[in-house]
């Protein structure tokens, strides 16, 4: 019961899942990646096998072939919804005749917008048109998600989020192939939360480029008075950036955790 984008980004070379849902934790169930291989998310009622079984299919097979081979020999694919893209970066979706309305998908270009038990039709073709745009692939994820929840989303509400993403050329950890793994288990506001813990994420993972801090000090001002410290030393420890200080400047994704709002 949720929505969800599967998506391949052939400049980067990561694959990635983005999905949220009225359900507690559900990035502990629907999504999964391996970097050169390709990405599924499983979801109405959830076959949990899809997804290592289906990584495993996807070493050798395309994802219309993987999602068929899963779908055929499951007695209860009718309730299934399952999508993926594979190496190539091929989609491919699948939505069972019972799953609960609105259920269905749009496959765009390297990627598929899926959902059940929606508000409407609105709510795909809004993380399509978001997907469709150029920009980073962990971003693109994010605008989708958040376009859903402007259509109405889950229709039942809001508990958890998630975005994981794969990649060839970067990881957070070394031997990993994880980009980003990200999640939100449970929270009145799951996608706004999802999106200051990955500004948090970028700031100290993937921090490349610094700035003046004099050239953004008044934006920086603001945010100190507003959220009541006495120097920016003091509010980027309270949120977690402090390292990325120095010699009068500042990491650009930390500027962006400074002087967000939602904290």
């Known amino acids: ?6 998506a391949f980004d052939p400049k980067d070379r990561k694959w990635g899942v983005g999905v949220a849902s009225r359900f507690l934790s559900v990035g502990s169930v629907v999504p999964w990646a391996r970097a050169g291989i390709g990405c599924i998310a499983t979801q109405s009622y959830a076959n949990y096998s899809y997804g290592p079984e289906g990584l495993e299919l996807l070493k050798q097979y395309s994802s219309k072939d993987t999602i068929e081979a899963l779908t055929s ?3 209860d694919a009718a309730r299934r919804q399952v999508a993926a893209v594979d190496s190539s970066g091929t989609p491919f979706a699948y939505t069972g005749s019972k799953c609960m309305d609105y259920a269905g998908h749009i496959v765009g270009k390297n990627f ?4 059940n038990i929606l508000a409407g039709p609105s709510v795909l073709e809004g993380m399509y048109e978001e997907m469709a745009k150029e920009g980073k692939l962990e971003q693109r994820i994010l605008s989708a998600m958040y376009s859903a929840e402007k259509q109405g989303g889950d229709r039942r509400g809001r508990q958890s989020a998630c975005i994981f993403i794969v990649s060839e050329n970067e990881h957070f950890e070394e031997g990993s192939d994880v980009y980003m793994d990200i999640r939100v288990e449970d929270a009145k506001e799951p ?4 999106n200051r813990i990955m500004e948090v994420w970028m700031a100290t993972f993937f921090e490349r480029e610094f700035v003046n801090i004099s050239d953004h000090q008044k934006e920086i001002d603001d945010a100190i008075k507003l959220a009541g410290f006495e120097s920016l030393e003091k509010l980027a420890e309270s949120r977690r950036v402090e390292f990325n200080i120095n010699d009068g ?4 994704y930390s500027l962006k955790v400074i002087t967000s709002d939602l904290w």
């Open 73 to 75: 020999k499951d007695s």
């Open 191 to 194: 996608i706004p939360e999802l």
């Open 249 to 252: 400047k500042i990491g650009k």
């Open 1 to 6: 019961m949720t929505f969800s984008v599967v």
């Open 112 to 115: 598929s917008v899926q959902g």
